[in-house]
């Protein structure tokens, strides 16, 4: 079944090399990282987190977001969905994989990540999170492997695959949940002191990886011959609208909280966030423009003769995922480490080494998803 | 949580070091010595005393943190960034951010020596994926330098910013190297760890032996007739941010 990732067109194979060869330059800087040290970052003392973390971060929610293909097609039999639950189960592989290789590049010492099971930390979240993540991978490979070459036979899928899947489920909301633990845990960190951070990421997860599975989607029907159907992408498109209202609401409470307490510590994550503090003026250009895009994605979502509009709810799904993004891929992250526990207001930018091995990772996810797509197609069209 | 700091203090108990520093407790306070059962029963907690009026009549002063980095073999990295300091002055204003007004006479109050707590529950030692760094018996928060992953989840938590990662090959930055203290690479966190090596050896912490005004003591807290807790009962004190519960070590006489 793998190898029909292998036959392509011309078109397949430039796009294949072009991701190799962006992988091939993230490596390079990989490299140079390994022999410099995390010096070569932007990262700081204050600022000890930055891109890699923000994206795993990030990253993670895309992967839990495959739930909303699955919960609706298994437990509540929207039919629409039946095509699509195992791009979502695809997807999820991806972006647990990138998590991965987002989390190995930040570390200081990577030869000597096996410690992590050598000496295994009941009371640190990182140990549970790389429980949950691993175990979230081994049930998707696992479903996606054996409904598909269950369909590449023709044959009806094992009875015992069900369970597995069901179990995905909850496993889905682990995986962001423990991710939100991470931040959320730790005594002075007042951005991530919030007993809401993990529904938060949470919807912001279901806004942003449908969001991608829309945009998946469209390009598949107008690349190849699979279309998902319009109802299973309008669908999606209501799915995005209501976890971007939610994750827009769960901001707000954040920002009342804060701001009509006028607890200092609070107040200055979120003035950091969207003002910047002693002219520094950070992250906010950025965490504007991700609430700027998201509104108006939100109303264009909201609207149901404009969502209907496929060149709409595409539109709307770019500004989604970017606006997500900002504010989780970087923002959320950053935020967190200014002002520092000793007030100091520390900038971070990401330098063009970290920039080239993130891009390496989006085209290692890049590639995995060409080829696991690939492969849905070929099946599909052979059936 | 308790179930772990057990744990911790199960592997103090069997640390030599441990052990050595007995004999200094005994040394300071007089009291039996302690056994090394004692010790991991956590007999003692070292923790220290500074007085920042004593610390003010000095004016601008850095030798508590010039013995300190020669003594650990701290570089000094050029770029602030990738900066490793195990203790290092701060204005007032910073170190107690709520203590103070515009009306208040501490707003311009100089500066003073921050270090790590040694917190009695440290929130690094809470996250740390791989045991690299952890509390000893003795209350001392340690770092092993060979077993850290680099993951900087520990200066995540820390509501103090006591950990500096080294972002570079800390040894070209060295100007000359203490042969007794090992030199770090890039890409693991380190700080302060009370002098273990000389608590060892029944000396103290290279910080309060270099002070000229004798503003840091440093003793157990958990005997009563030990310096420290002598001052603690006579001075009014303060601690770091003690609402999060992190329980520090260090004190402030004000
Ligand atoms: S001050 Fe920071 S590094 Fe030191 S023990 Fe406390 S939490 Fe850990
Ligand atoms: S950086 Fe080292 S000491 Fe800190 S949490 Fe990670 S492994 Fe533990």
Redesign the interface.
């Known amino acids: 079944m793998f190898d029909l990732a292998l036959t392509g067109g011309r078109r397949y194979w430039s796009w294949v090399v072009f991701l190799l060869l962006l992988m091939g330059v993230g490596l390079f800087f990989y490299l140079q990282q390994l022999q410099?040290?995390?010096?070569i970052?932007g990262?700081?003392?204050?600022v000890?987190?930055g891109i890699y973390i923000a994206q795993f971060t990030f990253f993670v929610g895309v992967a839990a977001s495959a739930v909303m293909v699955v919960l609706p097609y298994y437990l509540h039999d929207v039919r629409q969905f039946g095509r699509i639950t195992i791009l979502g189960e695809l997807l999820a592989i991806a972006a647990v994989t990138m998590c991965m290789l987002f989390?190995f590049v930040?570390?200081?010492?990577?030869t000597?990540?096996l410690?992590?099971l050598?000496?295994p930390?009941?009371?640190?979240?990182?140990?549970w999170d790389?429980v949950s993540l691993s175990g979230y991978l081994l049930i998707n490979a696992t479903v996606a492997y054996v409904m598909l070459n269950a369909e590449y036979k023709g044959v009806p899928a094992p009875g015992w695959i069900k369970p597995v899947i069901l179990l995905s489920i909850p496993w889905a909301i682990s995986i962001h949940t423990v991710t939100a633990f991470?931040?959320n845990?730790?005594?002075?960190?007042h951005l991530w002191f919030t007993a809401i951070l993990a529904p938060r990421f949470l919807a912001s997860a279901f806004a942003a990886g449908p969001a991608l599975l829309i945009l998946l989607c469209l390009l598949l029907r107008r690349l190849t011959s699979f279309d998902a159907g319009r109802e299973a992408i309008g669908k999606l498109g209501v799915v995005v609208a209501y976890a971007m209202a939610a994750n827009i609401f769960f901001l707000l409470l954040e920002l009342f909280t804060a701001l009509y307490s006028q607890v200092?510590d609070h107040i200055h994550a979120f003035e950091y966030l969207f003002f910047g503090l002693e002219g520094e003026a950070g992250l906010a250009p950025l965490m504007w423009g991700s609430v700027v895009l998201g509104v108006i994605a939100l109303v264009a979502l909201l609207v149901p003769r404009l969502r209907r509009n496929e060149k709409i709810l595409a539109t709307a799904a770019v500004l989604v995922f970017v606006s997500l993004w900002l504010e989780k891929g970087m923002g959320m992250i950053v935020g967190?480490?200014v002002p520092?526990?000793?007030?100091?207001v520390?900038p971070y930018a990401p330098t063009l080494p970290e920039w080239a091995i993130v891009a390496g990772i989006w085209a290692t996810g890049g590639l995995l998803i060409t080829f696991f797509y690939k492969i849905v197609v070929a099946v599909r069209a052979a059936n | 949580m308790k179930v772990t700091r057990k744990d911790f203090l199960r592997i103090a108990a069997g640390s030599v070091v441990a052990a050595g520093t007995g004999t200094l407790v005994h040394a300071l306070s007089g009291s039996a010595p302690a056994t090394a059962a004692t010790v991991g029963e956590s007999k003692q907690r070292w923790g220290m005393v500074i007085d920042l009026r004593q610390c003010r009549q000095q004016g601008e002063c850095d030798q508590c943190i010039r013995a300190c980095h020669q003594t650990h073999n701290v570089p000094e990295v050029p770029n602030p960034a990738h900066e490793v300091k195990w203790i290092w002055n701060e204005p007032f204003a910073k170190v107690f951010p709520f203590q103070q007004s515009e009306y208040t006479r501490q707003a311009d109050g100089g500066t003073l020596p921050v270090l790590c707590n040694h917190c009695a529950s440290p929130s690094c030692v809470r996250v740390c994926p791989t045991k690299a760094t952890w509390k000893r018996g003795d209350g001392i928060v340690m770092m092993d330098y060979h077993r850290c992953i680099g993951c900087r989840y520990c200066m995540a938590a820390c509501p103090y910013g006591s950990r500096s990662f080294n972002y570079v090959d800390p040894r070209p930055h060295l100007r000359q190297v203490n042969p007794e203290v090992p030199t770090r690479s890039a890409g693991v966190v380190e700080k302060c760890d009370f002098c273990t090596a000389r608590l060892a050896k029944g000396e103290l912490p290279a910080c309060v032996e270099a002070c000229p005004q004798g503003a840091m003591v440093f003793g157990d807290l958990n005997d009563e007739s030990s310096p420290v807790r002598q001052l603690l009962a006579e001075r009014y004190s303060v601690q770091r941010q003690p609402h999060l519960g992190c329980g520090p070590s260090i004190f402030y006489l004000v």
């Open positions: 410099h040290g995390l010096g970052t990262l700081s003392r204050d000890s987190w989390i930040d570390m200081g010492q990577p000597r990540v410690n992590v050598l000496h930390t009941l009371h640190s979240l990182m140990f790389m991470l931040y845990g730790l005594p002075g960190r200092p967190g480490f520092s526990p000793l007030g100091a520390t």
